[in-house]
């Protein structure tokens, strides 16, 4: 049986750590920044951790 192929726009939105973990890129903060405050922009900065429940989801992906 051939190997699974690595959803691809999957593997460009999410990335597994070291330590295993699946991180994804937070919401809200790609368009219509006028309007958002400082404070809430800088919050949105950096990765965060996939929920478990979405995790068992991305691994049939391949991710």
Same mark, same amino acid.
């Given at each position: 049986?051939?190997? &699974?192929?690595?959803?691809?726009?999957?593997?460009? $939105?999410?990335? *597994?750590?070291? +330590?295993?973990?699946?991180?994804?890129?937070?919401?809200?903060?790609?368009?219509? &920044?006028?309007?958002?405050?400082?404070?809430?922009? $800088?919050?949105? *900065?950096?990765? +965060?951790?996939?929920?478990?429940?979405?995790?068992?989801?991305?691994?049939?992906?391949?991710?």
């Amino acid at each position: 049986m051939p190997k &699974m192929k690595t959803h691809r726009g999957a593997a460009k $939105r999410f990335r *597994r750590t070291g +330590t295993g973990k699946l991180m994804r890129r937070q919401a809200n903060k790609n368009h219509i &920044m006028e309007k958002k405050s400082p404070k809430r922009v $800088r919050q949105l *900065r950096g990765d +965060t951790a996939v929920s478990s429940a979405d995790e068992r989801n991305l691994r049939d992906l391949g991710v």
